[in-house]
């Protein structure tokens, strides 16, 4: 029941520096989501995919971008990390892009400095 | 612009007292209203309402939503330590038919 993992759980980042967030679902769910939780925030839509090849952005794109070269897999790369990245970040999946059918993962935290 | 306002943005209660949450929302495309729980780590599922008027109840919590007025309240009655945790507010909709998340209300359940 390995549903949505997301890998680093904790990271801590320099200025400039980038790297990638995995994400892989093993439900062969064709919608799948990054998004971003600041504290005492809800959760900001950054990059959303409705199935392999196809990826677009959602309300907070800027510094970011994806890709879905796999139904399973839907990388975040970071490039020249900010301090305003600094948050948790969570990956999800869905079969119909419906809201009670969302499967989240445990979620990323990633400081940067 | 779609938004999803919740309030309070906190709240602290003693063990027993029955709580009620509010979320409005200006939400263009409304198809649906979500809640979760989270405790940390990633949100879990607790309703979803499509329809003004019926509510959904799960033991101690119910839900409601009145599509006139846009809103929705989530409450829970005899409350306990285990309820602490932010509850989200989310709806489904908006011109990219995703889900648009509230704040939260971040609740405390003191013994």
């Known amino acids: 029941n390995a549903g949505v993992t997301q890998t680093p759980k904790f990271r801590i980042l320099k200025i400039g520096q980038s790297m990638t967030l995995q994400c892989a679902q093993d439900?062969?769910?064709?919608?799948m989501y990054w998004y971003r939780q600041d504290p005492g925030m809800g959760l900001k839509l950054i990059y959303y995919s409705v199935g392999a090849g196809i990826t677009d952005k959602g309300e907070v794109p800027n510094g970011y971008n994806v890709s879905r070269s796999t139904t399973e897999d839907f990388p975040l790369r970071l490039e020249l990390a900010a301090p305003s990245q600094t948050s948790v970040y969570f990956c999800?999946?869905?079969?119909?892009?419906?809201?009670?059918?969302?499967?989240f993962g445990e979620g990323s935290w990633l400081t940067v400095v | 612009e779609d938004k999803v306002v919740q309030s309070p943005l906190s709240l602290v209660v003693h063990e027993g007292d029955t709580v009620t949450l509010n979320c409005s929302y200006e939400v263009t495309n409304f198809r649906s209203l979500l809640w979760y729980k989270q405790e940390k780590k990633a949100p879990t599922f607790l309703f979803m309402l499509t329809s003004s008027g019926i509510e959904k109840k799960s033991g101690r919590l119910s839900s409601i939503l009145d599509k006139k007025e846009l809103f929705s309240i989530l409450n829970i009655t005899a409350t306990q330590t285990g309820d602490s945790a932010v509850y989200l507010c989310a709806v489904y909709g908006g011109a990219t038919n995703k889900l648009i998340f509230g704040t939260g209300t971040l609740l405390a359940v003191q013994p």
């Open positions: 999800a999946s869905s079969y119909d892009g419906a809201g009670n059918t969302i499967y």
């Open positions: 439900m062969n769910h064709n919608y």
